[in-house]
């Protein structure tokens, strides 16, 4: 997926324990959820259509 410099990334609020560097990041726009390595912010970012992500986090919630 193409770098999108305009996204406005955000780290979860479950990110933030003492050492905070196992982290992802996310970014949405109406049409894709992107999301990335927090330490890795040049590498691979995924896509994934808006319902697809909402099943993903419904599902990993519930762990």
Known sequence: M????EL???KS???SSSEGDDCVEVATT???VHVRDSKD???PVLGF???AWTGFVRHTSHR
């Open 30 to 32: 109406l049409a894709t």
């Open 2 to 5: 193409i770098h999108n410099p």
């Open 49 to 51: 259509a808006p319902h």
């Open 41 to 43: 912010l040049q590498g």
């Open 13 to 15: 609020s479950y990110s």
């Open 8 to 10: 406005d990334w955000f």
